[in-house]
C-alpha cells in the first residue's frame, strides 16, 4: 500500500501504484486506463465537445464561456473607498469542478 506521507498530497506515482495494489491490475494497465480517462475528458471540454463530462458518484467538470466585461470608470474600491478605473477583460472559457453528493460524503465521514 502507499505510504503516507504527513501533510504532502499523494504523488502521481504513489497514486498509481496504490490503485494497482487495490484492483490486481499492472501499473502500466492502470496508467493507460488513467490516459484514456484524460482523453475522453478532453474530448468532451474541447471546443466542439458538449462542455460536460462526470466522473459519475465523484464530480462533475464544465466549460463556461464567461462573457467579456466592458472597463468602467470611477468605481468606488469596497475597502479603501477610493475611486479607481477598471480595465476591460476579454470574453474567456473557464473549467468549473463541481464536487457530487457521494464525494461529499466521503469528506463528511
Not at 19 to 35: P, Y
Not at 38 to 54: D, M, R
Not at 64 to 71: E, G, S
Amino acid at each position: 500500500m502507499a505510504k503516507k506521507s504527513g501533510n504532502k498530497p499523494m504523488t502521481k506515482t504513489e497514486i498509481m501504484r496504490a490503485i494497482s495494489e487495490h484492483t490486481g491490475l499492472q501499473k502500466k494497465d492502470v496508467v493507460a486506463v488513467l490516459e484514456a480517462l484524460t482523453q475522453e475528458i478532453h474530448k468532451a471540454l474541447k471546443g466542439s465537445g458538449i462542455g460536460v463530462f462526470s466522473i459519475p458518484g465523484l464530480v462533475k467538470v464544465e466549460r463556461r464561456k464567461v462573457p467579456a466585461r466592458p472597463a468602467q470608470k470611477g468605481v468606488k474600491n469596497p475597502f479603501t473607498g477610493e475611486l479607481q478605473d477598471r480595465p476591460a477583460k476579454p470574453a474567456s472559457v473557464k473549467v468549473r469542478v463541481r464536487a457530487l453528493k457521494n464525494l461529499k460524503a466521503m469528506v463528511q465521514a
